[in-house]
């Protein structure tokens, strides 16, 4: 699944911007139809973990909405102020004749600022009550009443933006409305599609790290039989327990041989790919106690099955 290469063709070329970024990831997205496959070179040609971050991103949301225009880069928004739980979503969508009015805000939209279409998870006034009911709604970033504000770089993967939006009496149209419920058929199974590729292309980009710096061969082999391991799994059904227990158990060998790695970092700490590393690498342990949380519910499904 992915090239040995010796070290002097291992060098990933250098990326400095989201559109020079977006390029590259367009250019792979041709030639790859599968967003795995897209995850995993975009991560293998990165010269650094945010655009290999940012390449698994843009591919998880093509395996989830199938339909994405490959020329745009694309968002998840669903996080505000109180969070992203489906109770922590405030934003609202109310009927208007034959269209709908969207207003309220989210925050932490990925790739945000340069985003050209948003999936903005939204609660259907008319029809929640004890639980919110959610809707996922298409969004182009120029709509009339949506205000898009950068956020600060973050700590980690400083390159890749996020954005605060702003819905205010914002017109939407029926066909915009994707349909079924917009929580459990969207937002909960993008949770474990962007494991899948995200841990794909970041892993995918160490391969080729460890292939120019030299790491061990044995490690080198135990990584690529993990990253066709996420290959198949991204072939599960996302909604499955045994798709997330799967998960957890590569999610934990991925987390082991990230460890092995910090030896071998050492050995090279003054270059800037292990500069960036120690500043990245907090990124694999955001959403940690929600993916203990799904794997926990995972077993439990089984159990009571069994």
Known sequence: MLPQLPASQAVAAPCESVAEWWRRHRAIAREHADPIHQAIVGGFVADRVGWAFASGYQAALRALFMDAPDDRICALCVTEADGNSPKAIKSSLTKDGAGWILNGAKRWTTLGPEGALFFVAARDEAASAARPAIKLVKLPSDSPGLKVESMPPTKFVPEVPHA???????????????????????????????????????????????????????????????????????????????????????????????????????????????????????????????????????????????
């Open 164 to 306: 605060r939006l702003q819905f205010e009496e914002l017109r939407i149209e029926e066909a915009q409305i994707l349909p079924g419920d917009g929580y459990d058929a969207y937002v909960k199974p993008f949770r474990t599609v962007e494991d899948i590729h995200v841990q794909a292309a970041v892993l995918s980009y160490l391969m080729r790290e460890g292939q120019r710096l030299g790491w061990p061969q044995d490690w080198l082999e135990r990584l690529s039989a993990l990253i066709a391991g996420l290959g198949k799994l991204s072939d599960m059904p996302a909604s499955h327990a045994e798709t997330h227990i799967a998960l957890a158990g590569a999610l934990a060998i991925g987390a082991s041989l990230i460890g092995e790695t910090e030896e071998f970092w050492k050995r090279s700490a003054t270059d800037p790919a292990a500069l960036r590393w120690a500043r990245d690498r907090e990124l694999l342990k955001v959403a940690g106690s929600a993916r203990e949380q799904r794997t926990k519910r995972a077993w439990e499904a089984l159990r009571q099955a069994d």
